[in-house]
């Protein structure tokens, strides 16, 4: 829909203006309240300091958590990954019977209530005592990134143009030679937008951390909810603002890897005349 | 005659093989996601009626008690609440930024995107400051003299009302802006011409082609609400018990199987919800819309 000759009406303009405004003021506010010389959370800030920030990189019980979250979200995107893609390339190129229905399970983890997969997998583990596991995090995790990677890897594979990987393999590549060296580079960008969301699920994720943490595996997002609970103190303000800034960034990253992914499409596309 | 039909012979061979290929590509992630993640659900809905003994007794004990009917009854009306509210707020935006330039909506876009990306504890948070009872807000009212002294805003009804619309909405204004860019004008024009006024050319014209993002947009944030647990456990008050706070409070009360039971019952509202969508909406044809 491209602009039409009709104005939008001002009272129109004005009820988005409000609407947007609702969306990005509660973002907006923590980054002030994060630089409070204040003991508590107050507004306006009495002056400005750097004094929570300096708390959130000198207390052990928060970098630890910090540590534990990305070292859990790098092993997520790895086994996400390779776990992903390959069935991507199978759902995409494959015709066979009851496609649409296992499509459906591997991407039904998105939409599913988290808190029946949390108490699942919690019931689980704590029969074969792996709560408070870092690993078991990984593990339960993984199965709630892989959708993610399933959805980015085959956004770009359906504009792979088959013949690349069939010219390949007529001048005598093996398959998996055909797939490294011709359909990867192609589609890496899409493969690496779905690592960085896999990443990004797992960094933010709460509620089956929650359950299976314990109290020997306290993630990022449980030491904050912990926080939130029960020492309201600006600290939380301050690590509220670092994650925006990182996963902000991270969104960046993979959108900008998205739009690659598009413009190399169209100049393979290209490379080919039809 | 006979290397014809060898060779479509030889040529199903292939395909077999190469979709045999295509499925064993598959099969670690089936695998996987069986072992971590259908197998552990389906154990514990498999608890909810086999212990203590085989029995139906916690899924009655859910519909005989009326404090738990009430935490069902609470949990379906603030997720209907939040998604009408979400759509009356979220479809003038995606209306607006669909007419605009790519290059004015894109910048716009960015505010939705922000709260979109930020973490869902980082932006309940953020409710907590402004709601709380020396928040920002009640300071505000006290500074315009609308208030004598500061309100009650957390820990209410109302406070769950306003975070989860606001954690809720851009899964509102992406579908639907995503239906709506691809709209075509001169059918609006058309219709101005021959002489529809607003109400009218929104009625239909406007309102029966973007229905495919109307719906998209419904089921994802009243499926996504009705198992809302972070925001109505921090903003809420303790009338305002959600069916996955209950679920968490009974599992902490190592009442496994009634959870299990409670469990049950969202995964099949949730269900339902989504079989209505498709039946009557066409909610696969808003996906497909919202691809590309």
């Known amino acids: ?274 | 005659m006979a290397s014809a039909l060898e060779s479509s012979a030889r040529a199903a061979a292939h395909l077999r093989r190469s979709e045999l290929r295509n499925l064993a590509l598959v099969l670690p992630v089936l695998v996987y996601l069986g072992v971590f993640y259908a197998y552990p659900v389906a154990a514990m809905m498999f608890r909810s009626v086999s212990e203590p003994h085989w029995t139906l007794d916690n899924f009655a004990q859910i519909f005989a008690e009326p404090v738990f009917l009430q935490v069902l009854w609470l949990t379906a009306r603030i997720s209907l609440v939040v998604t009408l509210a979400a759509l009356l707020l979220g479809y003038p935006v995606a209306y607006v930024l669909a007419r605009l330039e790519r290059s004015k909506s894109n910048l716009l876009m960015i505010l939705v995107l922000v709260p979109f990306w930020s973490s869902i504890l980082v932006r309940t948070y953020a409710w907590m400051v402004l709601l709380g009872r020396e928040g920002i807000v009640n300071q505000i009212l006290l500074w315009l003299g609308l208030i004598e002294s500061p309100l009650r805003l957390l820990n209410t009804t109302f406070a769950v009302y306003v975070a989860m619309v606001h954690v809720l909405l851009p899964f509102m204004i992406l579908p639907l802006y995503g239906v709506l860019r691809g709209l075509d004008e001169n059918l609006l024009r058309a219709a101005q011409s021959l002489g529809a006024g607003p109400t009218a050319v929104f009625r239909e014209v406007l309102l029966p082609l973007s229905l495919p993002g109307v719906s998209a947009g419904c089921l994802l944030v009243f499926i996504l609400a009705l198992g809302f647990f972070i925001t109505p456990a921090l903003v809420g008050g303790p009338r305002d018990l959600m069916i996955a706070v209950l679920i968490q409070q009974q599992v902490d009360l190592l009442n496994w199987p009634f959870a299990s039971a409670l469990a049950v019952v969202l995964l099949a509202a949730a269900l339902l919800v989504f079989a209505v969508f498709m039946r009557i909406l066409g909610v696969e044809r808003a996906f497909g819309q919202v691809r590309t």
């Open chain 1, 1 to 274: 829909m491209r602009t039409g000759p009709r104005r939008i009406p001002v009272c129109l303009a004005a009820l988005v203006a409000v609407v947007l405004l609702y969306l990005i003021f509660p973002i907006l506010i923590i980054v002030p309240l994060s630089l409070s010389s204040a003991l508590y959370l107050s507004f306006p800030p009495p002056s400005l300091s750097l004094q929570w920030y300096r708390n959130f990189f000198s207390r052990s019980d928060w970098l630890d958590a910090a540590w534990l979250s990305i070292w859990v979200g790098a092993l997520v995107m790895v086994l996400a990954t390779l776990l992903g893609t390959p069935a991507a390339i199978g759902l995409v190129r494959g015709r066979f019977r009851g496609r649409k229905a296992i499509n459906a399970f591997i991407l039904s983890p998105l939409i599913a209530p988290a808190i029946i997969v949390a108490i699942g997998i919690y019931f689980f583990y704590a029969r074969i005592g792996l709560v408070g596991n870092p690993m078991a995090l990984v593990l339960a995790h993984t199965g709630l990134a892989v959708p993610f990677v399933v959805i980015n890897v085959s956004a770009t594979l359906y504009g792979f143009d088959r013949r690349l990987e069939q010219a390949a393999l007529s001048l005598g590549a093996t398959p998996w030679r055909a797939f490294w060296q011709v359909m990867l580079p192609i589609i890496r960008p899409g493969v690496m937008a779905g690592a960085v969301f896999a990443f990004i699920s797992s960094f933010d994720e709460l509620i089956v951390a929650l359950f299976i943490s314990g109290s020997t595996a306290v993630t990022l997002p449980r030491k904050m909810w912990q926080s939130i609970r029960f020492e309201i103190d600006p600290t939380i303000a301050a690590v509220s603002t670092l994650l925006i800034v990182f996963t902000g960034a991270l969104f960046v990253t993979a959108e900008l890897l998205r739009r690659r992914s598009q413009r190399l499409r169209t100049t393979a596309g290209a490379a080919v005349p039809a």
